[in-house]
């Protein structure tokens, strides 16, 4: 199965570029500059066709969400035309499409995990274009599952896993927020998924495997949480630690609002194509070890 994905070093594209080799997947990813989501649909819908996929995995998108505030129409162009133009070219080869989205999409209000036909209602730009983003792709292909992920963290990019190891190396004590809660998930168990969801829609006209689906671990964090178990981790290693001081979000302004609750119920996706992620602990120990063990992986790309 050949398996097409845009942007080339995002944290799933690399993840799954990982995956692909032991799962007997060709993964090719193609991003910048050759596939720029802020061009022209033509432009894309044409390097995507040139890539000859068997499904395609929209996984490149504007992720800076306090950056998002300062340049919406940017953030704009990448998150829903250029999402938009993914899906019409995916339209037109005739192949399924796995479009990322995010918990963003919610603002937080709601006591328990969010199903999927709960109302969106995004708190920041980020979280707009995403929505947006989501209801584009449906309106230009049917063949297609939106996958709603959620504090992504890997051994690649920029995520708050590795920021929090990179802010222990010159620092004892760190104030984390801790009235903001949801499920950290990692890209590799991303990747897993995707591939997986992938083979099915390949594999089945079913409309029931396709829509918005959650995607996420199945236990729930607070950023506190999530960075002293990646301290206690560390710490058993050798590797960088800190002492996490649990504060307020108003005791941590940012330019974005982020929602106080973003857990997400992924029942749909385990009843419908059979997928369940781990929980977050392990995996989370797994990318502390790697980012500990291999200094390449400390690098921000
Ligand atoms: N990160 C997170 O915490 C979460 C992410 N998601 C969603 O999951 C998906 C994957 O996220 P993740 O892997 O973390 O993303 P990253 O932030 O790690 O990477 C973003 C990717 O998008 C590419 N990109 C950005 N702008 C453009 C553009 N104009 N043209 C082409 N490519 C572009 C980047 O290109 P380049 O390779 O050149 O750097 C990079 O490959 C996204 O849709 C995101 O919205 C959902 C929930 C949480
Ligand atoms: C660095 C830092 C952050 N924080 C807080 C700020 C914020 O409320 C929270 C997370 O901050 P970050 O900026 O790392 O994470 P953020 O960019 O909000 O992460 C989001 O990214 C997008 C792409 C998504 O789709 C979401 O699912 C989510 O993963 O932690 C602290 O409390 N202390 C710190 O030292
Ligand atoms: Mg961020």
């Known amino acids: 199965?050949?398996?097409?994905?845009?942007?080339?070093?995002?944290?799933?594209?690399?993840?799954?570029?990982?995956l692909g080799q032991l799962s007997g997947h060709e993964v090719v990813t193609i991003g910048r500059p050759?596939?720029?989501?802020?061009?022209?649909?033509?432009?894309?819908?044409?390097?995507?066709?040139?890539?000859?996929?068997?499904?395609i995995v929209s996984a490149a998108a504007y992720t800076a969400v306090?950056?998002?505030?300062?340049?919406?129409?940017?953030?704009?162009?990448?998150?829903?035309?250029?999402?938009?133009?993914?899906a019409q070219a995916a339209n037109r080869i005739g192949v399924p499409l796995l479009h990322l989205s995010t918990d963003y999409v919610f603002d937080g209000r709601k006591s328990g995990p969010y199903r999927e036909d709960d109302a969106p209602n995004p708190t920041g730009i980020y979280g707009?274009?995403?929505?947006d983003g989501e209801r584009a792709v449906?309106?230009?292909?049917?063949?297609?599952?939106?996958?709603?992920?959620?504090?992504?963290?890997?051994?690649?990019?920029?995520?708050?896993?590795?920021?929090?190891?990179?802010?222990?190396?010159?620092?004892?004590?760190?104030?984390v927020v801790a009235d903001q809660v949801g499920n950290p998930t990692g890209a590799l168990d991303i990747a897993?998924?995707?591939?997986?969801?992938?083979?099915?829609?390949?594999?089945?006209?079913?409309?029931?495997?396709?829509?918005?689906?959650?995607?996420?671990?199945?236990?729930?964090?607070?950023?506190?949480?999530l960075a002293e178990h990646v301290f206690t981790v560390s710490g058993l290693l050798g590797g960088p630690s800190a002492s996490v001081v649990r504060i307020a979000?108003?005791?941590?302004p940012t330019r974005a609002r982020r929602p106080a609750n973003s857990r997400l119920d992924c029942s749909r996706i385990a009843e419908r194509h059979g997928i369940r992620l781990s929980p977050w602990r392990a995996s989370v120990?797994?990318?502390v070890a790697e980012l500990i063990q291999s200094p390449n992986a400390k690098a921000p790309k």
């Not at 297609?144 to 620092?171: C, E, H, I």
């Open 1 to 18: 199965m050949r398996v097409v994905v845009t942007g080339h070093e995002g944290q799933v594209a690399r993840s799954l570029k990982r």
């Open 34 to 55: 050759e596939l720029d989501l802020s061009a022209p649909e033509q432009t894309i819908v044409a390097a995507l066709s040139s890539a000859r996929p068997d499904f």
């Open 66 to 86: 306090d950056q998002a505030e300062e340049e919406p129409r940017f953030a704009e162009a990448v998150n829903v035309a250029g999402a938009a133009a993914v």
């Open 128 to 131: 707009c274009t995403k929505l």
């Open 138 to 175: 449906m309106a230009a292909h049917g063949d297609v599952a939106v996958l709603r992920t959620a504090w992504v963290y890997s051994p690649f990019g920029r995520n708050f896993v590795k920021t929090m190891l990179q802010l222990a190396a010159d620092r004892s004590q760190l104030r």
């Open 192 to 225: 897993a998924a995707v591939l997986e969801a992938g083979d099915n829609l390949v594999r089945s006209t079913d409309p029931g495997l396709r829509g918005v689906f959650h995607l996420a671990a199945p236990d729930e964090a607070s950023w506190a949480d």
């Open 249 to 252: 979000t108003g005791d941590f």
């Open 285 to 287: 120990a797994n990318v």
